[in-house]
């Protein structure tokens, strides 16, 4: 059981994970044991059941890839009235993915993340308007302080690049396909079975589903470790 607590053995494991997001537990179990790491799919159970518990690694996140028709953006934002960047989120609601508020220097500041182009009312002042050409998760890479020294050295001294983030396709998701997108938001690796209960469809249904959206979408594990509530959100400008 040494193995299921060892803050290594879990950042492993979560790099793992972010290479292979879609691997069974089976699978992963025989990369660990090629790796020498785990001899036995029972630890890699028990190990990745207590890294869940303990919000050392947490829900793949979904993002989905930009189409001809689906923008992934964002802007940043300051206005004086909070009234009013209230109202303008919810006008928007349909198209923003995301919102960070943070109120500071007399002023609200927002981080506004969305699938397209929305209408900035002139009382924002626009501070960025970025539309991603790419995206790269930030991932831990050692447990303690004389090991990351090393590990920054190996890695590239320019931005990983992943070449599919930008598709020339276009986003044929009918109303059913968001619904299941929305699903697998809130667990990614749940159950065909369960996942049919929840869109009323058969194990069957929901499999086919899951194909379509995974043509269209990058995961990606956040891991913490040691535990989420180890860590602080900050949001900042530069």
């Not at 989120?89 to 609200?108: F, K, L, P």
């Not at 667990?187 to 049919?196: A, D, I, Q, V």
Request: net charge negative; glycine share 4%.
């Amino acid at each position: 059981m040494t193995k299921v607590r060892d803050s290594s053995m879990h950042l492993q494991l979560g790099h793992i994970l972010n290479e292979n997001p879609h691997a069974s537990v089976d699978k992963i179990y025989r990369m660990t044991r090629e790796k020498g790491l785990i001899g036995s799919i029972n630890t890699v159970w028990y190990t990745l059941e207590y890294m869940e518990e303990r919000k050392i690694i947490d829900n793949p996140r979904c993002i989905i890839r930009t189409c001809k028709n689906y923008t992934n953006r964002h802007y940043i934002l300051k206005t004086e009235n909070l009234k009013e960047s209230m109202g303008f989120i919810t006008e928007n609601r349909d198209s923003i993915d995301m919102v960070h508020s943070m109120n500071a220097y007399q002023g609200t500041y927002l981080y506004v993340k969305t699938h397209g182009n929305i209408v900035i009312p002139d009382t924002f002042q626009i501070l960025e308007d970025c539309t991603w050409s790419n995206f790269v998760p930030i991932l831990p890479h050692s447990i303690i302080e004389e090991d990351l020294s090393d590990a920054l050295e190996t890695e590239p001294e320019s931005e990983s690049v992943l070449d599919d983030f930008c598709v020339d396709k276009t986003l044929e998701w009918d109303h059913k396909t968001w619904e299941t997108f929305y699903w697998l938001c809130v667990n990614y690796r749940m159950s065909y079975t369960n996942l049919g209960k929840l869109i009323k469809k058969s194990p069957q249904a929901a499999y086919r589903r899951k194909l379509i959206i995974n043509e269209s979408v990058i995961l990606w594990y956040p891991i913490f470790i040691g535990g989420q509530q180890l860590y602080e959100l900050l949001f900042f400008f530069i």
